[in-house]
């Protein structure tokens, strides 16, 4: 951990007051705020969600994943993910096949135009980030990661590490 003393290098880091606590609170709330507002925009204008970006995003970065394990990784009811899940296969952007060793299993994928929402999506996102990162530098990037890592529950760690690693 930085060590840099002053009002808040790392030593200070360690012992933060409650209203320390608040301020990183609301910069995570303004923050996600900024994050979410390109793709909301895009959004809106279909008539969708942040539900139905996180669908493609996460179809998008595993293909062929079941609807259990995108179950799981959203942390929503069946009823919620159907819901999202039938108006973009209605609307041609996400494919949902049978499983070809278990016919019960439906496995995603997206589409063509699926694939180009996403990207729609998700570019001022990373583009968000990819700014945010070179002028923060390495070691605040690194930081960075460190205080998302540790807020995460042992379940969302472990699904967060399987996306990471390309693992399913």
């Known amino acids: 951990m930085?060590?840099?003393?002053?009002?808040?290098?790392?030593d200070a880091l360690l012992y933060l007051t409650d209203e320390q606590i608040r301020k990183g609170i609301e910069a995570m709330y303004f923050a996600y705020r900024g994050f979410t507002s390109d793709p909301d925009r895009v959004l809106e204008s279909r008539g969708?969600?942040?539900a139905h970006h996180r669908v493609?995003?996460?179809v998008h970065r595993r293909p062929g994943m079941t609807v259990?394990?995108?179950?799981?990784?959203?942390g929503v009811t069946k009823q919620s993910l159907n819901r999202v899940l039938r108006a973009l296969i209605e609307d041609g952007f996400v494919e949902n096949r049978v499983g070809r060793r278990d016919k019960r299993e439906r496995h995603l994928y997206l589409t063509p135009a699926g694939t180009e929402?996403?990207?729609?999506?998700?570019?001022?996102?990373?583009?968000r980030m990819r700014g945010a990162y070179r002028r923060a530098g390495p070691q605040a990037v690194a930081g960075f990661w460190q205080v998302?890592?540790?807020?995460?529950?042992?379940?969302?760690?472990?699904?967060?590490?399987?996306?990471?690693?390309g693992g399913t």
């Open 2 to 10: 930085n060590r840099t003393p002053g009002p808040m290098g790392g």
């Open 148 to 165: 998302l890592e540790e807020m995460m529950d042992p379940e969302q760690m472990r699904q967060y590490m399987s996306l990471r690693d």
């Open 117 to 127: 929402f996403e990207k729609e999506l998700s570019e001022g996102q990373r583009g």
């Open 68 to 74: 259990n394990t995108l179950l799981a990784i959203l």
């Open 48 to 50: 969708y969600g942040r």
């Open 56 to 58: 493609l995003h996460f």
